[in-house]
């Protein structure tokens, strides 16, 4: 199994070179590029190429990037959002067209999976025009046509909302799409509070290609390392093994504390499963 770190725990301030060195540094050599353009333009050329230049030298590769979600992030304070799923076509063209500038970050420096969310969450109050199925599904049509000419797969992620629940993602990859390489993001996260995690595991086997690991404490997307929220994670990591998952496990974190400190529970959290994967489930030693 491998693990990677989303550039989410740093969001708040430009992504630098310093942020991978940190994230090798505590043994992750993979990153999800959290697209916000506070945090990486990347509308900017220039910005791109230097992004490439910093794997090079931290030895840090981009598996994936997340399509952009909000104009702007600041903290926990959201700016406007995107919605690809409205149907105010002048806004919905308007998300889908940030999400094919974040595929274009393809074209100088290749990555795996563009993460995509459907619509807007529920914590943010939604109408029916904000979360239409239809133009969900138009809008997913238009950016897999951009991203399938760079070989970037989408991955619709597991988020609070009926759009992207396990089984209505399911549903819509089967049924409404026409794109066998269109998979799911499974949010572990996102799947508690919606549920039970380990039938979303099972809910998505067939189609899960990447993942968001995080945890909570069942009332609110706290964005916590993994063992620091109320997840029980042996079932869940059980459950990943028995479908035959053997992708990556992100973790999308929160800077609740200062971001070195978030990386080190994280580097914590991914020792404990690799214990776990391993079948050797009793509590890490100091020495680890």
């Known amino acids: ?23 090798a540094a505590h043994g992750f050599d993979r990153i999800e590029l959290f697209a916000t353009r506070g945090h990486f333009d990347y509308h900017d050329p220039a910005t791109i190429a230097e992004l490439g230049r910093w794997l090079g030298t931290t030895g840090v590769r981009l598996h994936s990037v997340h399509a952009p979600i909000v104009a702007s ?10 919605s690809n799923a409205t149907t105010d076509q002048a806004a919905r063209q308007l998300a889908v067209q940030e999400a094919i ?9 290749p990555y795996e999976y563009l993460v995509v969310h459907l619509g807007l969450p529920s914590s943010q109050d939604p109408s029916r025009a904000d979360n239409d199925r239809e133009q969900a599904r138009r809008s ?12 970037v797969r989408l991955a ?7 759009l992207s629940t396990p089984d209505s993602l399911v549903q819509m990859i089967e049924d409404d799409l026409e794109s066998p390489d269109i998979g799911i ?4 996260g996102h799947a508690f509070l919606m549920g039970d995690l380990v039938d979303a595991i099972e809910t998505t086997a067939g189609h899960l290609i990447t993942t968001h690991v995080h945890d909570n404490r069942g009332q609110a997307d706290d964005h916590l390392a993994p063992f620091d929220g109320t997840i029980d994670w042996l079932p869940a990591l059980m459950a990943v093994q ?47």
């Not at 500038?101 to 420096?109: C, D, F, K, P, Y």
């Not at 070195?260 to 680890?288: C, M, N, S, Y």
Request: hydrophobic residues 40%; aromatic residues 8%; glycine residues 8%.
């Open 1 to 23: 199994m491998q693990f990677g770190i989303s550039t989410h725990l740093f969001h708040d301030h430009p992504l630098g070179e310093q942020h991978l060195r940190d994230v």
């Open 73 to 82: 992030l600041i903290g926990t304070r959201w700016g406007p959002a995107y």
């Open 101 to 109: 500038a974040a595929v274009e970050i393809a074209r100088t420096v």
């Open 140 to 151: 997913v049509e238009q950016i897999h046509e951009a991203a399938r000419l760079l070989g």
């Open 156 to 162: 619709l992620e597991v988020i609070p909302n009926e």
């Open 185 to 188: 993001c499974l949010d572990f």
């Open 242 to 288: 028995k479908i035959g998952y053997e992708g990556t496990l992100l973790f999308e974190l929160q800077s609740i504390e200062p971001p070195r400190t978030v990386l080190e529970h994280a580097a914590t959290a991914r020792r404990r499963f690799e214990q776990i994967l391993d079948g050797e489930w009793g509590p890490l030693t100091v020495d680890q």
